[in-house]
C-alpha cells in the first residue's frame, strides 16, 4: 500500500501537469484569435440548440465586419454605454466594482432589486469566446484569467471588434453587421450617431429589445448614450485605442 506522503506527490504532480496543460492549451487558443476570428460561442450553441427543440428555424444571423469598417459611433456607442474606462484599464474597472458593491449592498434591504454589474467589455468578450452562460464561482474564475489572458495578447481594437462582432443584438442575431442589416437595413458601417446609440440600448437585455419598435425606455436609453457619446469627446475619444 503506497503511503499517503507518496500519494499527495503523485497527486502533486498530475495537477501541475493539468495545470500546466491548461495554459498551454488556453495561451494558444487565445493566441490563435489574435489573427483568427472566433467560429462560434456557447451561446450561439445554446441558442441553436433552443430553436431545434422547439421547431424554429436554427440559422443564425450573423457576419464578421472588421474595426476599421465598423461604424466609429458604434464603437463608441457601447464604449460609453457598456465601459467608459475600456481604453484605459487592464481588463477590470476597479472603482465600477466597488461603486456596484455598494450600490447592490444598499439594494439587499430592499424588496424590488435592481442589481448593478461592473463587467469590462474585456470580461464580456472574455465570457462569451471562451466560456458559458451562467453564475457561478468557477466560471468568474476563469473569466478573470481569461480576461487577463486577451489583455495581454490582443489590442484593445482587436477586443472591441471581437466584441461588437460576437455580442448577441437579437433573436439570433449577432454582431451589430446583422443587427444594422436586421433593424435598419444598411451597413454598420453607415451607422449614424443615433442609430448606433439606439442599437447599443439592445445590449443588456437582446431578446427582449428591438430597436425597430423601441420602447420608451430604450428611446429615453438611447437619449442618456448620445449625451455620454458627446461628454467623451466624440470620434475622438477613438484615439485613446491607438
Not at 8 to 28: D, Y
Not at 102 to 129: C, F
Amino acid at each position: 500500500m503506497a503511503a499517503p506522503q507518496s500519494i499527495g506527490k503523485k497527486l502533486g504532480f498530475w495537477a501541475l501537469k493539468a495545470a500546466a496543460w491548461f495554459f498551454i492549451v488556453s495561451f494558444s487558443w487565445a493566441a490563435l484569435y489574435i489573427w483568427v476570428n472566433p467560429p462560434v460561442t456557447s451561446i450561439m450553441v445554446k441558442r441553436k440548440l433552443t430553436a431545434w427543440q422547439t421547431g424554429e428555424p436554427a440559422k443564425l444571423k450573423r457576419q464578421w465586419l472588421s474595426y476599421e469598417d465598423i461604424s466609429p459611433y458604434m464603437i463608441l456607442a457601447v464604449i460609453a454605454t457598456e465601459d467608459q474606462n475600456f481604453p484605459f484599464h487592464g481588463g477590470f474597472d476597479f472603482k465600477a466594482i466597488s461603486q456596484a458593491m455598494e450600490h447592490n449592498q444598499k439594494q439587499a434591504t430592499k424588496k424590488r432589486k435592481r442589481i448593478k454589474g461592473a463587467s469590462t467589455i474585456s470580461q464580456q468578450v472574455a465570457k462569451n469566446v471562451f466560456l458559458w452562460e451562467g453564475r457561478s464561482w468557477l466560471r468568474k474564475g476563469f473569466e478573470v484569467y481569461f480576461t487577463f489572458l486577451i489583455e495581454a495578447l490582443w489590442s484593445k481594437k482587436r477586443i472591441i471588434e471581437v466584441y461588437l462582432n460576437v455580442a448577441e443584438t437579437g433573436n439570433k442575431v449577432f454582431g451589430v453587421q446583422a443587427a444594422a442589416q436586421t433593424y435598419f437595413g444598411k451597413t454598420a458601417t453607415q451607422l449614424n450617431m443615433e442609430q448606433a446609440a439606439l442599437l447599443a440600448t439592445v445590449l443588456p437585455n437582446p431578446q427582449k429589445n428591438n430597436p425597430a419598435r423601441p420602447s420608451q425606455y430604450m428611446i429615453n436609453r438611447k437619449n442618456w448614450a448620445v449625451r455620454q457619446m458627446q461628454r467623451l469627446g466624440g470620434k475622438n475619444f477613438l484615439q485613446a485605442l491607438e
